[in-house]
C-alpha cells in the first residue's frame, strides 16, 4: 500500500527556514515515480510548489520557489525533502507531496495528509 507521510512544518518568523520530509512507504523512490510537493493556503487552491523526477536529476520550481526552495531525495531514506529558506507570510499554507507519473504529467496519484507551516512574526 503506497503511503507518504509529511512532516517537518511548524511555525516560523518570517525569514526563516524549514525542513520538510515526505517519507514514502509501499514503493521505492528508484521506482519510476516523480514526487511533487504541493500546497493550499486557506480559502485558494492547491498549487505546485516543486517536482522531482523518477530519476532525481531534475528538479521543477513554481517561480515564487525558484531560488528559495530545494528539492531532494534520500533513495536510503526512501525520503524526500524539500528545504525552504527565507519563507514569507505567503509561504503559510498546508504542504502535501504526492506521487506522480512523471513532472510533466498533470495526474497525481497518492497524497499524503499534510503538514502545517505557518510564517508569522
Known amino acids: 500500500q503506497v503511503q507518504l507521510v509529511e512532516s517537518g512544518g511548524g511555525l516560523v518568523q518570517p525569514g526563516g527556514s524549514l525542513r520538510l520530509s515526505c517519507a514514502a512507504s509501499?514503493?521505492?523512490?528508484?521506482?519510476?515515480?516523480?514526487i511533487g510537493w504541493f500546497r493550499q493556503a486557506p480559502g485558494k487552491e492547491r498549487e505546485e510548489v516543486s517536482c522531482?523526477?523518477?530519476?532525481?536529476?531534475?528538479?521543477y520550481y513554481a517561480d515564487y520557489a525558484k531560488g528559495r526552495f530545494t528539492i531532494s531525495r534520500d533513495n536510503a531514506k526512501n525520503t524526500v525533502y524539500l528545504q525552504m529558506n527565507g519563507l514569507k507570510p505567503d509561504d503559510t499554507a498546508i504542504y502535501y507531496c504526492?506521487?506522480?507519473?512523471?513532472?510533466?504529467?498533470?495526474?497525481?496519484?497518492?497524497w499524503g495528509q499534510g503538514t502545517q507551516v505557518t510564517v508569522s512574526s
Open positions: 504526492a506521487t506522480r507519473p512523471s513532472c510533466r504529467s498533470t495526474s497525481v496519484g497518492s
Open positions: 509501499g514503493f521505492s523512490l528508484l521506482d519510476d515515480v516523480a
Open positions: 522531482l523526477s523518477s530519476s532525481g536529476t531534475r528538479a
